[in-house]
């Protein structure tokens, strides 16, 4: 086996390897340890110490004065399993008491593995689907508008328009995925009523790239990346919102790092925009009458910072009773759906969401809300699996159904 | 040959070892990728490094940059939410060691540099600091070493008696926390053997657990000049040898931590105010 190549990570992060004090405070929050404990190389103690070991053996000082022996086959192997049953969701680096950005370790850590061939196969097929079908589902990418199809009417925005103020950016889940299809209507339905000059990018739109980025396979998202700025940029937008958090902070994050320049537009995940829009008088909204709960997506909470806009989109539905779950904002606890567990270990993520819905149940509430299609796809087959009597939705979804239409009045 | 002339001969060349080491731990750290460029040579990481340290030290940032030491760095507020029983133990073995050093360094300075070369051993507040029984210098060495002491025991009880499960104990640690133990140890019978010896002053009892410790054991027929002699090289010596072991071990934490704290929130403090654009937790 060739030598560690370390290229893959930043100086910054070499440190934080080199920082980590194996405290273990990481392993009290990780919800995937929680689910697998004979799996000590899940945590992120021993990812961490793994690195350490491996760094050690081969640049250390015995190295550099005796030469370094083979990679040890057997500590990668488990590193490499434990490294991808990671839902990536953050809540070690929020409680890491030296401020290691954890989340950027990991996917390091898994182009590291990517390289060195020792990833799963499942992410070899997905890469190829992404690559060949630019949507994750491998469905024709033509088919990207078939969420819009039982519409009573179809907004102008969804299709047939080129120029607009505001893009629209559906992402993958929701395109693809029939129990996800009511986000983007309801979605457009409110765009539509505030008299938002939308449009989305209908075939045009292709994979933002984040399900390879974080399987470590950042490489291949470069040309999806490309497509997809040139295609917004040709709209003349100056904004960009998407309803997926992974696809938001893809946007927001990671596109203006791998094109190497600003995008030149704003990008807003949909719960900004829809509370800019209800403070602003342009959507009104009816009552609720049944207690709600709230769970912050990873990717939108902990991984972008947003954790206000949906809560005050929801505590402006008039009569709403909100109760907060146990643990919220940064401490929330992950839905099991990210970091492509799911491909890798269905059963895995199944248990972390069952964990998530029993701190829901908790609260008495009726109704999950969330702000991720895919924490809702994860939520809801945990409510179906428990046959909890609780309803998933997203916050659009909500917002759409409680909205008063200027038809109605 | 003086004690102190052995001390400096070993200890000269393992400062040596130790900055050879922090210099391969530097080397290891600068095979990633720096300011987006993993193909670029040393020379230019380097360069590149020093304009963005440069950068931050001379813009807005500097105050971050501090105050993320203070806040977080040095007072962990982070681990203070988390688990304050533990946050106590790691401040007070922080705010010691810190303390120690500081008085250490102040003091090498006055007596080898202000006294010896500029004699200036008049002036009260140099002089003070080259006297270890001055009431101000001995009760900080005390206060000092008391939060060592305190700090090191709780983290032998969580650690070896109650076994806290989120604990994972390897040689790693117990080498550090045995390297720690035998240097408080030594530092201690230090100070005892050095109040019951001729070279402490009259008001040696301005050490507030040092001397009544010094008083029990008094009465014995040791030889106190000459035990000091041998405990100071002896204490001094095996800070050194912990001091080398530093870059090869667990105690790097120390350094490469500080940094990270500060550097990570100094970048998320950034974000927030605004002054720069980014995710919660963004990619280097």
């Known amino acids: 086996m060739a030598a560690l190549d370390l290229r893959r990570f930043t100086f910054k992060q070499l440190m934080e390897i080199t920082a980590c004090t194996r405290c273990g405070e990481c392993i009290t929050w990780c919800p995937t340890f929680a689910e697998k404990e004979e799996l000590e190389a899940i945590t992120p103690l021993r990812k961490i110490e793994a690195l350490q070991k491996l760094i050690g053996r081969q640049y250390g000082l015995r190295a550099r004065l005796f030469g370094a022996p083979p990679l040890d086959g057997a500590l990668l192997s488990t590193h490499a399993e434990g490294t991808y049953d990671c839902t990536l969701c953050g809540r070690c680096g929020v409680v890491c008491p030296v401020h290691i950005d954890t989340r950027s370790l990991w996917i390091a850590m898994r182009e590291q593995l990517v390289d060195m061939s020792l990833h799963p196969e499942t992410m070899n097929t997905l890469r190829d689907t992404v690559s060949s079908s630019y949507n994750i589902s491998g469905d024709d990418n033509k088919d990207r508008l078939i969420w819009s199809e039982n519409l009573p009417t179809i907004p102008e925005g969804v299709k047939g328009k080129e120029q607009a103020e505001v893009v629209y950016f559906v992402g993958c889940v929701s395109s693809f995925y029939p129990q996800s299809y009511s986000i983007p209507q309801s979605f457009v339905e409110i765009l539509d009523e505030a008299g938002v000059d939308f449009l989305t990018l209908g075939e045009a739109e292709q994979c933002c790239g984040f399900p390879l980025i974080i399987a470590g396979m950042g490489d291949s998202a470069r040309e999806l990346v490309r497509h997809n700025v040139e295609a917004v940029r040709r709209t003349g937008a100056e904004m960009l919102v998407a309803s997926c958090p992974s696809c938001y902070h893809t946007w927001h994050s990671d596109y203006p790092r791998l094109l190497g320049e600003p995008l030149g537009f704003e990008v807003v995940h949909s719960t900004e925009l829809l509370r800019d829009l209800i403070g602003e008088g342009r959507i009104k909204l009816g009552s609720f009458g049944r207690p709600v709960t709230y769970h912050d997506p990873c990717d939108l909470g902990r991984t972008s910072g947003i954790y206000d806009a949906p809560r005050e989109v929801i505590r402006s539905i008039p009569g709403i009773e909100f109760i907060e779950m146990k643990d919220t904002r940064q401490y929330s606890l992950c839905c099991g759906g990210g970091g492509d567990v799911e491909m890798a270990d269905k059963e895995l993520s199944a248990s972390v969401a069952r964990r998530r819905l029993e701190q829901a149940q908790a609260t008495s509430a009726q109704v999950i809300l969330s702000a991720c299609q895919q924490c809702k796809r994860t939520l809801a087959g945990a409510v179906r699996s428990a046959k909890a009597r609780m309803r998933v939705m997203d916050l659009v979804e909500l917002v759409a159904r409680v909205m008063e239409k200027q038809g109605d009045q | ?284």
């Open chain 2, 1 to 284: 040959m003086s004690a102190e002339t052995i001390f400096w001969i070993v200890h000269l060349p393992l400062m040596l070892l130790f900055l050879l080491g922090m210099g391969l731990v530097f080397a290891n750290w600068l095979q990633g990728s720096v300011g987006g460029q993993a193909d670029a040579s040393n020379k230019q990481k380097i360069r590149t490094l020093t304009k963005s340290v440069l950068a931050t030290i001379l813009s807005r940032k500097l105050l971050l940059l501090v105050k993320s030491f203070v806040v977080e760095a040095w007072f962990n507020r982070r681990l203070y939410r988390n688990d304050r029983w533990r946050w106590l133990s790691h401040f007070a073995l922080l705010s010691g060691f810190m303390l120690l050093m500081t008085l250490s360094g102040i003091s090498a300075l006055s007596d080898k540099v202000l006294i010896h070369l500029f004699h200036l051993e008049h002036i009260p507040w140099i002089a003070m600091w080259a006297n270890p029984d001055h009431p101000i210098t001995a009760v900080l060495n005390e206060i000092g070493a008391v939060l060592m002491t305190g700090g090191l025991l709780y983290f032998l009880v969580r650690r070896y008696l109650l076994r806290v499960p989120q604990l994972r104990t390897g040689p790693l640690d117990t080498w550090m926390i045995a390297g720690l133990s035998l240097i408080l140890l030594t530092g201690w019978i230090t100070e005892i053997v050095r109040i019951n010896s001729s070279y402490a002053e009259a008001t040696a009892y301005f050490a507030f657990l040092g001397y009544p410790l010094a008083q029990l054991v008094q009465g014995l027929p040791l030889p106190w000049d000459t035990l000091f002699h041998g405990m100071y090289v002896s204490h001094g010596l095996l800070t050194s040898l912990v001091i080398v072991y530093v870059p090869f071990g667990k105690f790097m934490h120390v350094i490469a931590g500080a940094l990270v704290t500060m550097i990570n929130q100094m970048n998320e403090e950034a974000v927030r105010l605004g002054w720069e654009k980014g995710g919660a937790h963004g990619r280097a």
